[in-house]
Nanobody, 123 residues
Framework: EEELVQSGGGSVQAGGSLRLSCQASGYIGGAYSMAWFRQAPEKTREAVARIASTGTTIYADAVKGRFTISKDNAENTLYLEMDKLKPEDTAMYYC?????????????????WGQGTQVTVSS
């Protein structure tokens, strides 16, 4: 069965760091583009970072310079390293894989989604 299983996250004070993981199973994750999204209460889901199958990455302006997306193809695992966290980074974070519509850098629809993991940053 193809699925994405997330781990990591939690609570941290502003300025701290967290790492999210997203384990892909049932298919070769390295062949697909992947991404991290987040959704804060009463806000729409937004893309945080994307990574192409080639390893090329792009970031939302709000996290550029603080977050790093990476992928271990041998382990089929996607990571999001989050540094210098701010209270406004508080949200539920989701990983996604295999772009169905659009290009990897602006994918409109992903086939697979993780279950979500909460990140809470206190001031």
């Amino acid at each position: 069965e193809e699925e994405l299983v997330q781990s990591g996250g939690g609570s941290v004070q502003a300025g701290g760091s967290l790492r999210l993981s997203c384990q892909a199973s049932g298919y070769i994750g390295g062949a697909y583009s992947m991404a991290w999204f987040r959704q804060a209460p009463e806000k729409t889901r937004e893309a945080v970072a994307r990574i192409a199958s080639t390893g090329t990455t792009i970031y939302a302006d709000a996290v550029k310079g603080r977050f790093t997306i990476s992928k271990d193809n041998a382990e089929n695992t996607l990571y999001l390293e989050m540094d210098k966290l701010k209270p406004e980074d508080t949200a539920m974070y989701y990983c996604a894989a295999n772009c169905l519509r659009g290009v990897w850098s602006d994918c409109l629809q992903y086939i697979y989604w993780g279950q979500g993991t909460q990140v809470t940053v206190s001031s």
